[in-house]
């Protein structure tokens, strides 16, 4: 089981450009989301989704699109990037079955200049 | 929108005592967890304690929850360097799919 993958690890971006920062888990959790976490904060849910085909927008939402074409991916687009954005994102998974713990991905360090 | 909140901010102790963290929630819950956060990494489970129990306890860890003051306390005993760490708490609401975290405790231990 390799749990939540991320990648890139690190990425540089100048203002205005788009990338996509890539997630799966292989333990097939309905339940999938992207944070960002800024220094010395907690974590704001940017995007969620509880299954494929269905996403929903979390606390900031603005500029980052979501899309869920299977259970294990969940990509997270960043349109037109700002400096505002440098921040570290981390998706997580979690079942929806009953009690269940959140499983999350190593981070992605974005900066953008 | 997170509703979690726990104090303190920070705690900085000597090895060796014992640490401890609160967080107050605002809802009705299914259970809370606590989540470790060591700098820079994603965040790992540590305990969860459902809405139906008073205590629990895992190694070093107790973890006590007072769903009538909606609010639970995380006890690290006999701290060690390597629990330096930032700790969060995340309640499972009632009907709700997210998890809603609090702004976190940042844990220093000192040798």
């Known amino acids: 089981n390799a749990g939540v993958t991320q990648t890139p690890k690190f990425q540089v971006l100048k203002t205005g450009q788009s990338m996509t920062l890539q997630c799966a888990q292989d333990?097939?959790?309905?339940?999938m989301s992207w944070y960002r976490q800024d220094p010395g904060m907690g974590l704001r849910l940017i995007h969620y989704?509880?299954?494929?085909?269905?996403?929903d927008q979390g606390e900031v939402p603005n500029g980052y699109n979501v899309s869920r074409s299977t259970t294990e991916d969940f990509p997270l687009r960043l349109l037109s990037a700002a400096p505002s954005q440098t921040s570290v994102y981390f998706c997580?998974?979690?079942?929806?079955?009953?009690?269940?713990?959140?499983?999350f991905g190593p981070g992605t360090r974005l900066l953008v200049l | 929108s997170q509703q979690g909140e726990e104090d303190p901010q920070a705690l900085s102790i000597q090895e060796g005592e014992n640490a401890t963290m609160n967080c107050s929630y605002k809802?009705?819950?299914?259970?809370l967890q606590w989540y470790r956060q060591n700098s820079g990494r994603g965040l790992v489970h540590l305990i969860l304690?459902?809405?139906n129990e008073r205590e629990k306890h895992s190694g070093r860890l107790r973890v006590t929850l007072d769903t009538s003051k909606k609010s639970s306390s995380l006890l690290i005993t006999a701290s060690r360097a390597a629990d330096t760490a930032s700790y969060f708490c995340?309640?499972?609401?009632?009907?709700?799919?997210?998890?809603?975290w609090g702004a976190g405790t940042k844990l220093i231990i000192k040798p």
């Open positions: 809802t009705s819950i299914n259970n």
């Open positions: 995340a309640t499972d609401e009632t009907g709700n799919y997210q998890l809603i």
């Open positions: 333990m097939n959790h309905e339940y």
């Open positions: 304690i459902r809405s």
């Open positions: 997580a998974s979690r079942g929806l079955g009953g009690v269940e713990t959140q499983y």
């Open positions: 989704s509880v299954g494929a085909g269905i996403t």
